[in-house]
Structure formats: structure tokens, C-alpha cells
């Protein structure tokens, strides 16, 4: 696995084993690290390209509204009760994997069960 840092790749297996400054001497050659390849505007992406990361576990949540409220409000709080929300009906609830707002969406029924349709993607600010 490789390191990427301006144009200049570093061997973290190399990098482990030496002290800051120091050049790491070895009897083996050494592999030059190729490179990740960078995604520009033009290059489409396929599935095929993301297979190593298909099973990795995400954390999804669809967030209806907020309100905030005393704890001593929430244990009066008794079946039936309702909670104003800070959103209005109809208005765009948003999704949120791991943590991170990325679409926005509105509730569905589908069969028996809520679901979601999401109705704008949520492009993510690329900073640094």
C-alpha cells in the first residue's frame, strides 16, 4: 500500500521500519509504488471499479426533523403525545450516511413499509 503525497510516493512498509530522515537500505529491490489514478471531470467511473469497497457496512439515516427539548419534558412525555418538528409538511427530509448529509429526500410507502426517494444529491465541498 502506497502513500501519495504531492508527486512523491513513500513505501509505508519502507517508511515503518526507518526513523525520520533516515534511508532505508535493503537487500531486496524495492517495487515502485504506481500511483492512485485521480478522478477527473471527464473519466466516468464504473461499478467495477468500486468492487473492494461493496462490502463495507454504512450507517444510513433519514432525519424526519428536530426540535430540541428538557429531560424532564421527554419523561412527561405518554403515548399519543405529539413533538413539533422543525420541518412542515411536505418539506425535504434529509439522508445521512455515516454521519455525512449527502441527499435529500421525501417518505414513501412501499407495500407495507416507509421508504424513501431521494430527490437531490447532495454534491460534497472537496477542500484540501
Request: aromatic share 2%.
Amino acid at each position: 500500500m502506497s502513500e501519495e503525497t504531492g508527486s512523491d510516493n513513500v513505501d509505508l512498509t519502507d517508511f515503518s521500519q526507518a526513523g525520520e530522515g533516515d534511508a532505508v537500505a535493503t537487500d531486496e529491490p524495492q517495487a515502485t509504488p504506481e500511483p492512485m489514478p485521480r478522478a477527473s471531470d471527464d473519466t466516468q467511473r464504473s461499478a467495477s471499479d468500486l468492487e473492494a469497497v461493496f462490502d463495507i457496512p454504512v450507517n444510513i439515516a433519514a432525519v424526519l426533523g428536530r426540535t430540541n427539548m428538557e429531560v424532564s419534558e421527554l419523561l412527561h412525555l405518554d403515548s399519543g403525545d405529539v413533538i413539533e418538528l422543525d420541518r412542515k409538511v411536505g418539506e425535504a427530509i434529509d439522508i445521512y450516511v455515516n454521519n455525512r448529509l449527502v441527499a435529500r429526500g421525501e417518505v414513501v410507502l412501499v407495500d407495507d413499509k416507509l421508504g424513501i426517494t431521494m430527490t437531490e444529491i447532495i454534491k460534497a465541498d472537496k477542500t484540501g
